[in-house]
């Protein structure tokens, strides 16, 4: 409801003002909390699940989050602590259950740690690992090794 035009330039109710300008953004029945999800993400889930998964709506405690591949199924794992990180981060209840849709627009980013580790790093994983024969358990220790150091770089 608006009220009738005043005659004149003289002072006018504010919501008459900003009905007009709010109705769009309303329109669209995107709830604040998904806005906030979407802007604190990777603080909520951290940033290696932010990079590969998207929340998209957020409608009767249920979020939709968009995810690209398997990792859907890590997700769906990790769903009860999840749902406990956002609800704590939006300071109320509401996300009751977890909607997974399989997405290839989703950012699935692998950012391998050893396109960025120091060389001197690399050199001193490998030199502990010398009295370990080539195998799968020596590849799988190198790569916790060098994930161990990216964690740790700034």
């Not at 802007?39 to 690209?68: F, H, K, N, Q, Y």
Request: with cysteine.
């Amino acid at each position: 409801m608006t009220e009738p035009p005043r005659p004149g330039f003289g002072p006018r109710a504010l919501g008459t003002l900003l009905a007009p300008m709010l109705r769009p953004a309303f329109a669209r029945r995107r709830a604040p909390a998904i806005a906030q999800l979407a802007a604190d993400w990777p603080t909520i889930v951290g940033p290696r699940l932010a990079e590969m998964t998207t929340p998209r709506r957020l409608a009767a405690g249920s979020l939709t989050l968009a995810c690209a591949g398997p990792v859907a199924l890590e997700v769906q794992h990790l769903s009860p602590a999840l749902i406990e990180r956002i609800n704590t981060h939006l300071g109320r209840r509401a996300v009751e259950r977890l909607r997974l849709v399989q997405d290839l627009l989703a950012p699935l980013v692998a950012t391998p740690a050893e396109s960025a580790a120091d060389p001197a790093a690399l050199a001193a994983i490998e030199e502990r690992l010398d009295g370990i024969p080539p195998s799968q358990l020596r590849d799988a220790l190198a790569a916790l090794g060098r994930a161990i150091h990216a964690a740790r770089r700034p």
